[in-house]
């Protein structure tokens, strides 16, 4: 049987090499943002961590408004973060939520990341234990993602 190059192993043609994901690291991160949720409202306690490209670590969590909804999810929160400190390039992010069911970013989040990596890997852990971690990325919960190029005059 023939085989498509691409599966024959082969790394693809990369302009620069491709940085090595911590998810441990990343998971740490997430999880230990969550513990500074502001959720009194919902309860439902979130942290996302955001890897770039230099290798720095953006945190985040849900800060919620008695107005609820005023309320910034974790994900924006660690986007956020990762603008003001002079980073645009995320090439990986880990979303830790409460209970023992995964969560998945909101369509608001999704856009948000959707700004800066179109196809963002994600990884989805459920702080309370239970479900397994999940990995899908930001092109699967987000095809056809409104961009900057629709607005090109
Ligand atoms: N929330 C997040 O922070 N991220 C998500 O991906 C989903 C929801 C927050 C918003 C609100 O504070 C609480 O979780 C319940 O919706």
Redesign the pocket.
Known sequence: MSRAPHDAGEAPAAAEPALAIDWAALDRAALAVRERAH?PY?G?W?GAAILVRSGRVFAGC?V?NASYGL?I???RSAIVQMVAAGERDPVAIT?A?SGPVL????GM?RQTLAEFAVDLPIRLIAAGGGAPPRHTSLSALLPEAFGAAALSR
Request: a negative charge; hydrophobic letters at 25%.
């Open positions: 959720a919902s439902y979130v849900n919620e309320t999810c974790a994900e979303v939520t969560g998945s970013p909101c989040c």
